[in-house]
């Protein structure tokens, strides 16, 4: 989701997979991450353009692996897109290891994969010298399925795409993109408004109009869960496996149910500020930001992501993302970047102007912030140039303006959620 020429959305939906396709896509996810491996062996330290990849590790890859030749092509791809993300957290301070495969998920792109969206079915290429394998997409109905306005769309094509496994279920994670409008200024809003979002560990999330979705009870029950399923486990008779089973499935639903809520409660804030669209940093951003903790895994900002993503669009909201830069160092209000203007985890005290926050709502702001000046220098914009405060809106070039006084329907928040 890069401020490039296209729009592009990810529509996920789980697959129906025969027992005997299942282990030919397992194998061919074992040779992608061998090739994966391979590609970043032999480029790390030493190149990351993606046909300098290709040219040094393409043909090891197709020696060593079973992929055929685009999935070779695309493992030096990947390689080289992860390399290049390392150079860029060390550019930052961040510490960044070479990388290394391990999750189960592999990458198909126009060659490798065909959807067919009238039979809600896609095809796929697997390793060695064996042929596609078919899949069903299990979509939801009709009317609750964001993902039918692209599998069905004319103007949406399918791009580049990745294959998970994830607990005995396969899920598509389906690219598609179209051209994004050329924003011709006589033409359209150009003071659009966007709300930024902070995600985060003790607030799930945070608003850049102040609304705090605590984790609170999430992080007690999580904890409570785990409690539980130890003792459980230590019992280890067959009845307390099929309990434990039972457990986990329960867990994931409670989780599942509190991101909706939350994802309702961040759109609801959205549309109670006319906001034309919500942003959040990358998600890869906080994953590096917070790499230990219990429930916010990958999966867990991934579907709240996708959650607040199908409910915007469904309200004609656009929800994108920014590069997680300083957002947590700068200082919101006068822009001065420093570690030390965070003394603990909650807390933001700028040593320059002297404001005092709560770190995430201040990095909430920076989110908004962040992504507007990126939009400005973009060739393609979607025409936004403020974000939404409680009390009024602010624009990086014009700062803060106050909503108007008269103005009753407009800053009607809700109550703020604090813990
Ligand atoms: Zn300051």
Request: net charge neutral.
């Given at each position: 989701?890069?401020g490039?020429?296209?729009?592009?959305?990810?529509?996920?939906?789980?697959?129906?997979v025969?027992?005997?396709?299942?282990?030919?896509?397992?194998?061919?996810?074992s040779?992608?991450?061998?090739?994966?491996?391979?590609?970043?062996?032999?480029?790390?330290?030493?190149?990351?353009s993606?046909s300098?990849?290709?040219?040094?590790a393409?043909?090891d890859?197709?020696?060593?692996?079973?992929?055929?030749?685009?999935h070779?092509?695309?493992?030096?791809?990947?390689?080289?897109?992860?390399?290049?993300?390392?150079?860029?957290?060390?550019?930052d301070?961040?510490?960044?290891?070479?990388?290394?495969?391990?999750?189960?998920?592999?990458?198909?792109?126009?060659?490798?994969m065909?959807?067919?969206?009238?039979?809600?079915a896609?095809?796929?290429?697997?390793h060695?010298?064996?042929?596609?394998v078919r899949?069903?997409?299990?979509?939801?109905?009709?009317?609750d399925g964001?993902q039918?306005?692209?599998?069905?769309?004319e103007?949406?094509?399918s791009t580049?795409?990745?294959?998970?496994?994830?607990n005995?279920?396969w899920?598509?994670?389906?690219?598609?993109?179209k051209h994004?409008?050329?924003a011709d200024?006589?033409?359209?809003?150009?003071?659009?408004?966007?709300?930024g979002?902070?995600?985060?560990?003790?607030?799930?999330?945070?608003?850049s109009?102040?609304?705090?979705?605590?984790?609170?009870?999430?992080?007690?029950?999580r904890r409570?869960?785990?409690?539980?399923?130890?003792?459980?486990?230590?019992h280890?008779?067959?009845?307390?496996?099929r309990?434990?089973?039972?457990?986990?499935?329960r867990e994931?639903?409670?989780?599942?149910h509190?991101?909706?809520?939350?994802a309702?409660g961040?759109?609801?804030?959205?549309?109670?500020?006319?906001?034309?669209?919500?942003v959040?940093?990358?998600?890869d951003?906080?994953?590096?930001?917070?790499?230990?903790?219990?429930?916010?895994?990958?999966?867990?900002?991934?579907?709240?992501?996708q959650?607040?993503?199908y409910?915007?669009?469904?309200?004609?909201l656009?929800?994108d993302?920014?590069s997680?830069k300083n957002?947590?160092?700068?200082?919101?209000?006068?822009g001065?970047?420093h570690?030390?203007?965070?003394?603990?985890?909650?807390?933001?005290?700028?040593?320059?102007?002297?404001?005092?926050?709560h770190?995430?709502?201040?990095?909430?702001?920076?989110?908004?912030e962040?992504?507007l000046?990126?939009e400005?220098?973009?060739?393609?914009?979607?025409?936004?140039?403020?974000?939404?405060?409680?009390?009024?809106t602010?624009s990086?070039?014009?700062?803060?303006?106050?909503?108007?006084?008269?103005?009753?329907?407009?800053p009607?928040?809700?109550?703020?959620?604090?813990?």
């Open positions: 989701m890069s490039d020429e296209y729009c592009r959305r990810t529509a996920i939906t789980r697959l129906s025969s027992p005997t396709d299942e282990s030919l896509l397992r194998e061919t996810i040779e992608w991450k061998e090739g994966c491996q391979i590609a970043s062996d032999k480029a790390w330290e030493c190149c990351h993606k300098d990849v290709q040219q040094l393409y043909d890859i197709r020696e060593q692996t079973t992929l055929g030749s685009q070779a092509i695309l493992a030096c791809h990947q390689a080289a897109d992860n390399i290049k993300s390392c150079i860029s957290c060390r550019r301070g961040r510490k960044a290891g070479k990388p290394t495969y391990t999750s189960p998920t592999i990458t198909y792109d126009s060659r490798t065909t959807v067919f969206p009238e039979k809600e896609v095809s796929l290429t697997t060695g010298n064996h042929s596609r899949a069903d997409l299990v979509l939801p109905d009709d009317d964001y039918h306005q692209y599998v069905s769309s103007a949406w094509e580049q795409s990745t294959l998970h496994y994830r005995g279920e899920y598509l994670h389906l690219g598609f993109r994004r409008p050329h200024k006589t033409e359209t809003t150009e003071n659009g408004t966007v709300l979002v902070d995600l985060g560990v003790n607030e799930i999330a945070v608003t109009t102040a609304r705090f979705f605590s984790a609170g009870q999430l992080n007690h029950d409570e869960f785990k409690r539980v399923r130890t003792d459980l486990q230590e280890g008779s067959r009845n307390a496996h309990t434990l089973e039972s457990m986990r499935g994931t639903e409670y989780v599942t509190v991101l909706h809520a939350v309702n961040i759109l609801q804030e959205a549309l109670n500020y006319d906001c034309d669209g919500i959040f940093e990358e998600l951003g906080i994953r590096r930001r917070l790499p230990n903790a219990a429930w916010h895994s990958k999966w867990a900002f991934d579907r709240l992501y959650y607040v993503q409910k915007a669009e469904s309200e004609g656009f929800v993302t920014t997680p957002t947590s160092k700068r200082c919101a209000e006068c001065f970047v570690g030390a203007n965070r003394p603990s985890r909650d807390r933001f005290d700028c040593q320059n102007c002297e404001t005092r926050n770190a995430d709502y201040n990095a909430a702001k920076n989110v908004a962040m992504y000046r990126r400005q220098q973009s060739s393609c914009r979607r025409g936004v140039s403020q974000y939404a405060l409680k009390s009024g602010v990086p070039d014009q700062g803060f303006t106050p909503y108007p006084a008269e103005s009753t329907d407009k009607s928040p809700q109550q703020s959620q604090r813990a």
